[in-house]
């Protein structure tokens, strides 16, 4: 028997009385024929209770990684349950503050900061602004000069750590675009500048080292190696970044975010630091949350070969399997329960081979054309990196909730498609 691992649905999932999957009191069936297919649908009360438990692990602070998923109804509801919101660029800035957070609970990142990026943040007072090299150091200072206030910032520091995860999704280690390499002195020059220029405030450092990352190990490691530069400069502040894995398919099991709060806050006092730590999670709040629904155009067995299993998306909805060959597992919601005997290779509508989904995912062997069939742990990197690849408009995203649905992004139009053209 191979069925659906249950812990991989979001957490307020149920079976209904066909053996489809509910969510939140949602029939998916129903969802995907009154909401059309792709469709990514979300536990919102799971979504909440995951803001609420990293805020209450990391008193310090605890900023939702936009970048993992971000609408404007994710920010708002990130922020109503606490938490402060890490943004990367000045699209993701203006999403939160079109959904209404203030700019005070924004945190800004980015390796490569525009000075018209910084100047918006600054000029709305941002609350911390992450110095990733000396050329923002030099924006920041001109941009002070004009007049605008001087913000409260967190240097970025490389601590030389390879956690063990995809190489693309690295970033402690030495040769990375990211942040002041301790190893090569740059940590020392950047941190002795930000502390004497009048155009900064330096608050604390912060460390970043990687995403998809399974063992606390890591992150110990990177407070022990950055956590003393606190002390040393007498500096408040300790942002670990985000980063903590989550269990995508059978087999895989992560720390939650508590147990990765109490091994952060182990190590902080091992180094015996007093600082305000905090942390920027983005899959681990919202992986779990979300299930993607396709729909079965074409299924195509190759005798001896394979059994190609081709839905209405692919990769403009889930690039992280072609980006970083990334494992999913399949199920049909219509018999959520089911042994899923037969062995398939989900892929796209999309024009070329790589187009692909899922490797070999478990099916019931009774799939048919017209079947919903669904990837569950699509909610984090999968909306926010997908694309309009052969001009496939992006999916509609739903939040469900005590049996109600709400549509928080629109499906896209194909008058979507030619809003760009002049
Ligand atoms: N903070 C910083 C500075 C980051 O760069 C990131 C992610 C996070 C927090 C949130 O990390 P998380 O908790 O989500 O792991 N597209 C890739 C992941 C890229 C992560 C980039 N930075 C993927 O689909 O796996």
Redesign the pocket.
């Known amino acids: 028997m191979s069925v659906l691992p249950w812990s991989l649905l979001p957490d307020n999932s149920s079976v209904g009385p066909a053996g489809q999957l509910v969510v939140a009191g949602c029939d998916t069936l129903e969802l995907a024929s009154e909401f059309g297919t792709p469709l990514f649908v979300y536990d919102e009360d799971h979504l909440r209770a995951r803001c609420r438990e990293a805020v209450r692990a990391f008193p310090g602070g605890a900023q939702y990684?936009t970048?993992?998923f971000l609408c404007k109804a994710m920010a708002s509801l990130a922020y109503e349950e606490g938490m402060q919101l890490?943004v990367?660029t000045g699209g993701e800035y203006h999403v939160a503050r079109a959904a209404g957070v203030p700019a005070q609970h924004l945190v800004l990142?980015g390796n490569n900061k525009s000075e018209q990026e910084l100047a918006v943040a600054l000029r709305e007072r941002v609350g911390r602004v992450v110095v990733d090299s000396f050329d923002e150091l030099d924006r920041i200072e001109r941009l002070v000069a004009e007049g605008l206030p001087v913000p409260q910032v967190l240097i970025r520091l490389t601590p030389g750590i390879e956690a063990h995860t995809h190489e693309y999704?690295q970033?402690g280690q030495d040769d990375s675009k990211f942040g002041f390499g301790i190893h090569t002195g740059a940590a020392e020059e950047a941190i002795r500048r930000a502390a004497s220029s009048p155009a900064v405030a330096l608050v604390g450092v912060h460390v970043?080292i990687g995403?998809?990352i399974f063992e606390a190990d890591f992150f110990e490691r990177a407070v022990h190696i950055v956590g003393p530069w606190c002390r040393d400069h007498g500096l408040a502040e300790l942002s670990i970044?985000?980063?903590?894995g989550v269990a995508y398919v059978e087999g895989e099991d992560a720390p939650t975010i508590t147990e990765w709060a109490a091994a952060v806050h182990r190590a902080v006092d091992r180094v015996g630091l007093d600082v305000r730590v905090s942390a920027?999670?983005?899959?681990?709040i919202v992986a779990q949350a979300g299930v993607t629904l396709y729909t079965v155009g074409t299924i195509k067995p190759i005798p001896g070969i394979r059994t190609y299993v081709a839905v209405d998306g692919g990769m403009s909805d889930n690039p992280?399997p072609v980006l970083?060959d990334s494992g999913y597992e399949t199920f049909l919601p219509r018999a959520v329960l089911a042994d899923r005997s037969k062995v398939v290779t989900v892929v796209g509508k999309h024009c070329e081979s790589g187009d692909l989904l899922v490797r070999d995912g478990k099916v019931p062997a009774d799939l048919a054309v017209g079947d919903i069939l669904a990837t569950p742990v699509t909610g984090?990197?999968g909306h926010s990196?997908g694309s309009n690849y052969n001009k496939v408009p992006r999916p509609a995203v739903v939040f469900v909730r005590n049996g109600t649905a709400r549509l928080v992004v629109r499906r896209e139009t194909y008058e979507d498609l030619l809003r760009l053209d002049v």
């Open positions: 990684a970048k993992a890490d990367s990142h999704v970033t970043h995403s998809q970044g985000g980063g903590l920027e999670p983005g899959r681990s992280r970083y984090a990197y990196m």
